[in-house]
T-cell receptor, first 111, second 117 residues
């Protein structure tokens, strides 16, 4: 198993640009989620999905969209990047209430 | 709403000694999970140890053990025989066992652990 993979590892955007952070898992996990991590803070949930075709908002969803067309993939879209979205983004998945497994993270800088 | 508090922003310990990281949480639920995650400079979030609230026995994983006090809502992590590779940020996290919560993890702010050679 490759586990949870994320691409890209690093990204620099200009204000107003859009982009998609990719996340994939090959463990048939029903639950997938996106977190952001800012300095001095714990992780905050952006969006999550409990299965293909089902998504919902987390704690900080504004400025982000998600979709879940397959069990394996859960992309995060930034619609119009803002400097406040500069952060490290983590994708994580689990089988039900099992342990969350994290991807390696994407460091995003918005200028 | 559940909250998780880590009151120690930074801790240091001499190599080979023992250190305890503190975590308290607040919840009205009876069934939940508690976790300690490690984040080294590589940024990868690594699960260190997991405790189910219904289990009275404290979880142990090699040099890592917890002191779970359910009534006091306390969940500390003890690292024995500290090694240089243990240097990292350590996060305490809470997760409800009920599906209605959608299994969201609630995180503490983290404790930076420094290992002195």
């Amino acid at each position: 198993n490759a586990g949870v993979t994320q691409t890209p590892k690093f990204q620099v955007l200009k204000t107003g640009q859009s982009m998609t952070l990719q996340c994939a898992q090959d463990m048939n996990h029903e639950y997938m989620s996106w977190y952001r991590q800012d300095p001095g803070m714990g992780l905050r949930l952006i969006h999550y999905s409990v299965g293909a075709g089902i998504t919902d908002q987390g704690e900080v969803p504004n400025g982000y969209n998600v979709s879940r067309s397959t069990t394996e993939d859960f992309p995060l879209r930034l619609l119009s990047a803002a400097p406040s979205q500069t952060s490290v983004y983590f994708c994580a998945s689990s089988l039900g209430a099992g342990d969350l497994l994290f991807g390696p993270g994407t460091r995003l800088t918005v200028l | 709403a559940q909250t998780v508090t880590q009151s120690q922003p930074e801790m240091s310990v001499q190599e080979a000694e023992t250190v305890t990281l503190s975590c308290t949480y607040d919840t009205s639920e009876s069934d939940y999970y508690l976790f300690w995650y490690k984040q080294p400079p590589s940024r990868q979030m690594i699960l260190v140890i997991r405790q189910e609230a219904y289990k009275q026995q404290n979880a142990t994983e090699n040099r890592f053990s917890v002191n779970f006090q359910k009534a006091a809502k306390s969940f500390s992590l003890k690292i024995s025989d500290s090694q240089l590779g243990d240097a990292a940020m350590y996060f305490c996290a809470y997760r409800s066992a009920f599906r209605i919560s959608n299994y969201q993890l609630i995180w503490g702010a983290g404790t930076k652990l420094i290992i002195k050679p």
